[in-house]
């Protein structure tokens, strides 16, 4: 079931288009539900199908085209880490190294304690800030340096996301 | 229209057209692969590559529109360049496995690559590999690293069967079709993806590695399963039924087929064929010569007509005979003297009788329907009952027709519906006097309020206003002041007004007299008044019959059963002769559908074993019992004299007068809703394998209304007992909150409901 907070949300989004397109809505619906239960299960896809008025498998399109969404569980925190030529150049081997160091996980895996995953990202637009990954889709963290991870880790763990 | 140049031929095309529908109408072949013309234009194959004078590239052909003065070439060095390139990477994931792959020597990729495809690859690296997937007993997508992904299946599901159950998941090179969640395919069109598939990855289950293309033969038939009449090439070798495909006609069955006209095949070669004559005797079925099975039948007909009188022999037969077995079936009761014959098994009202002034039919060519505003449906289950009109109101409905439901239950017409009254059985009448009523004010320029108010608003504002009766309506206990009432609807608003015949030839058999006429006993008075003798041709009388616990008693308690049947069925229980027959495929017939197309057929296989076709049967019964005029030596002499100064048109006319029109009183208690599920019409389907491993074909439920459920104390998925008459099932009870209150919905015509009464009437349903 979709909560409460999910549906207030899609009905706002729901506004925003003609009455005859409301699968308009379907991404941001579904970036709701990944937002709330930190990935998309075929159980949310069903609902926001049911809830928008679209068949099943055209959420299901939407939500297997875009990386952002998650099929899978994932950590509590999720690190999308750029691997493409800007980061690369300036050292993304090193913060996934580092990464592992510190979490004992590589690209695509979660930590035991389902707190920390991380995931392989492409180019943010920012490659000013090489390397860089983002906090959940979110907050983007650039000129990455073990001292910078560690602070940010250590943040995370404070609970500041 | 404007004019074009394809490859310097000069071309008049309509405005809004594109290169590829300009080139098709000039005969000139553009290669292409997800370009199909009933569907939406996707232009993601690429293939139509085709060069176009003043542009810098080439241009697909299928997205392409016209203009004037524009000059294309299809096969210059720049388009034929392009289409290579295409097909080059087409190629690059596709596995080449065309000698096991069942679409090889049918399929448009090898086609094209044998005219466009180099000799040898240049890609070395591995392939991309998609996992085959489950999607259901009819459609197989084992080898989906076959898909060249040009959604044609996602777009006819979308399109035409109006659920998009495939769709394309992934991006780029993980793209793959697929199903959500490893979900079935559980349209009753989905066959046609078969058919739409331009490669192999979508291919026939059933059909899976029996036979390549090239070995088999292909006969024209007409389908026996519904009353649309559509066109199918049926591929046989061995003198079996391997497969069967439509014959393309855009007045009939466009270009598509239902599910049930395509895999009904298997039911052909069942293992319950009949293929010898028997006859019991001291209670055991022995296996006979024809002539002493005929001998025994006719022995026992003129023993009772001559000691009892032939009026106490009565004839049954289902309307998926061919219209020579009908005919001859009554010119020989009517020979022996009996006017007892009917093939309307599952009508309970019969008040009709006399008043009606022809045939009833359709009341409008197929085609019509497609070019309707408004439509009225009345008590029709139409998306089971009648898949491919379904999907023909649909498109029209996607052009703006409004479509407006009155019936006793609420399934998904996957439409968009206008305005709908669901009421019970009971209340149908009401609800179209009120419609009728509605529609008089409306035409005064005044409006009333309700679902039939609106109901009739709709209809007051269309041009070309359609109104059809279900087989619902048309099983239903008053279903003469439901067509006295709809007659009324349809002249208050200038419209048509027609019936969806239930059967291949629900025309036909009334036009070869399949009725009993002022004299005789109809199917059910034959049935409640029991014979000493019946003949039946073709017919299951536990699942045909409007009453199945009545058939039973009676055929149990006459002294002789005469069975023309292809299969052995529950006959063997109360029968005493079975005549192996043979189904439409291994005879030549006539169908008359529900338009009034007069088809004509050819056998396509030889009758397996002893079975014989219908109308040799009955001719040679005639002759055992000397009756004058059965000397036909072909089915087309038989054709020819049943429709011998028949002027079909002249023929069909729904028109009837003199019924009164009177609601009835509500009924106290459950109602009995009951649709015959669309795996269960007639024998041969009941019997085809595929078909009955569909969610379709799922065991009948005992649907009731949530509220009705809790009323009397049961939840849903519990097992209960539901009683009817004198007997009674056990079945699973299951919610459906669309279902109006005071009905519970139970399916008629399968074996698991047969111990039930009649398809209406007072049932009780209690915890088991």
């Known amino acids: ?161 | 229209m404007i004019n074009i140049e394809i490859d310097g031929k000069q071309i008049q095309t309509e405005n809004g057209a594109t290169v590829m529908e300009a080139a098709q109408q000039a005969g000139i072949t553009i290669p292409h692969l997800c370009y199909h013309k009933k569907l939406s234009i996707a232009g993601n194959c690429r293939m139509c590559m085709v060069q176009v004078e003043k542009a810098p590239k080439p241009l697909p052909a299928c997205a392409t529109p016209v203009v004037e003065g524009m000059k294309v070439f299809t096969h210059s060095e720049q388009a034929v360049k392009a289409q290579q390139g295409v097909m080059e990477f087409l190629l690059v994931n596709h596995p080449l496995d065309c000698p096991i792959c069942d679409q090889g020597g049918e399929c448009m990729l090898q086609d094209i690559s044998v005219g466009y495809g180099g000799v040898h690859s240049r890609y070395h690296e591995e392939k991309r590999v998609v996992l085959g997937k489950d999607i259901g007993p009819l459609v197989a997508a084992e080898e989906m690293s076959r898909c060249i992904n040009c959604t044609r299946c996602v777009r006819f599901g979308q399109e035409i069967a109006g659920q998009m159950e495939l769709g394309q998941a992934f991006r780029g090179e993980h793209a793959e079709i697929m199903s959500f969640v490893s979900g079935t395919v559980n349209s009753e069109l989905s066959g046609n993806m078969i058919d739409l598939c331009p490669v192999g990855a979508l291919t026939s289950k059933p059909f899976r590695y029996k036979a390549r293309s090239w070995e088999l033969s292909r006969r024209r038939s007409i389908s026996a399963h519904d009353s649309l009449g559509s066109g199918l090439a049926v591929h046989t070798m061995n003198n079996r039924v391997l497969r069967v495909l439509p014959i393309e006609n855009d007045d009939i069955n466009e270009c598509w087929l239902s599910d049930k006209d395509r895999f009904a095949y298997e039911g052909l070669n069942s293992a319950e064929r009949l293929t010898t004559p028997m006859i019991k005797q001291d209670g055991k079925w022995q296996e006979v010569e024809w002539q002493v099975a005929l001998e025994y039948a006719t022995n026992g007909l003129r023993h009772i007509a001559n000691g009892m009188g032939a009026e106490q022999i009565g004839a049954l037969a289902t309307a998926y005979s061919t219209l020579e077995e009908l005919y001859l079936l009554q010119k020989f009761m009517r020979g022996i003297g009996s006017q007892n014959v009917d093939f309307r098994l599952r009508q309970s009202d019969f008040s009709v009788d006399g008043k009606q002034q022809g045939a009833p039919w359709l009341g409008m060519p197929i085609a019509d329907i497609s070019k309707a505003d408004r439509l009225l449906i009345v008590g029709s289950f139409l998306r089971k009952d009648h898949p491919l009109l379904a999907a023909r109101i649909r498109q029209a409905v996607k052009k703006g027709a409004q479509a407006n439901i009155i019936h006793s239950t609420d399934d998904d017409l996957l439409m968009k519906v206008a305005n709908k009254a669901i009421v019970a059985p009971d209340a149908l009448v009401e609800v179209l006097m009120q419609v009728s009523k509605a529609l008089a004010v409306e035409k005064q320029g005044q409006s009333a309020s309700g679902e039939a108010a609106s109901i009739a608003k709709s209809l007051a504002s269309g041009e070309r206003v359609v109104v059809l009766l279900g087989n619902f309506a048309q099983q239903h206990p008053q279903a003469a002041q439901l067509q006295a009432l709809a007659q009324q609807i349809a002249a208050l608003c200038k419209g048509k007004f027609g019936f969806l015949g239930e059967a291949a030839n629900s025309v036909g058999a009334y036009l070869a007299q399949v009725t009993p006429g002022a004299k005789g006993l109809n199917a059910a008075s034959m049935l409640a008044t029991p014979r000493k003798v019946y003949v039946l041709l073709n017919v299951e009388a536990e699942l045909d019959c409007a009453n199945p616990q009545q058939a039973i008693a009676a055929m149990q308690a006459a002294d002789l059963v005469i069975a023309m049947s292809a299969y052995k069925n529950h006959a063997m229980e109360y029968a005493d002769v079975l005549l192996p027959i043979a189904p439409f495929t291994e005879t030549s017939g006539t169908f008359i559908s529900t338009e009034g197309r007069v088809q004509s057929f050819k056998g396509a296989v030889k009758p397996q074993g002893e079975a014989r076709p219908a109308w040799k049967v009955l001719r040679v019964l005639g002759n055992l019992l000397k009756l004058d005029g059965f000397d036909q030596d072909t089915s087309e002499a038989v054709r020819d004299e049943a429709m011998n100064g028949v002027d079909v048109a002249a023929k069909l006319n729904n028109a009837i007068d003199g019924v009164e029109v009177q609601a009835a009183p509500s009924a106290s208690g459950l109602q009995r809703v009951s649709e015959v599920p669309i795996y269960a019409t007639d024998a041969v389907v009941r019997r085809s394998a595929p078909l009955q491993a569909t969610a379709d074909a799922a065991p009948p439920r005992a649907w009731l209304h949530s509220d009705e459920l809790k009323k009397l104390g049961l939840q849903a998925g519990e097992s209960v007992k539901i009683s009817q008459g004198q007997g009674s099932v056990k079945l699973l009870a299951a919610a459906d909150d669309k279902l109006p209150k005071g009905v519970a919905r139970i399916a008629a015509g399968h074996a698991a409901t047969a111990a039930l009464g009649a398809m209406f009437g007072t049932i009780t349903v209690e915890r088991a």
């Open chain 1, 1 to 161: 079931m979709l909560s409460q907070q999910i549906t207030t949300l899609i009905d706002k989004e729901l506004k925003k288009y003609p009455a005859d397109q409301r699968q308009s809505a379907v991404m941001a619906a579904l970036r709701f539900v990944q937002d709330e239960k930190g990935w998309i299960a075929p159980d949310d896809m069903v609902d926001i199908a049911a809830y928008i008025g679209m068949p099943q498998m055209a959420v299901y399109e939407v939500a297997t085209f875009y990386h952002m969404y998650n099929l899978k569980p994932t950590g509590k925190y999720t690190l999308t880490v750029c691997t493409n030529l800007s980061c690369q150049l300036c050292g993304s081997d090193d913060t996934l190294a580092h990464l592992h160091k510190k979490l004992g996980i590589g690209l695509g895996e979660v930590t035991t304690d389902g707190k920390y995953g991380i995931r392989e990202g492409e180019c943010m637009g920012a490659c000013v800030d090489a390397p860089m990954f983002t906090i959940n889709n979110k907050k983007l963290c650039g000129r990455l340096t073990p001292q910078k991870i560690d602070q940010i880790l250590a943040d995370l763990e404070g609970g500041q996301a």
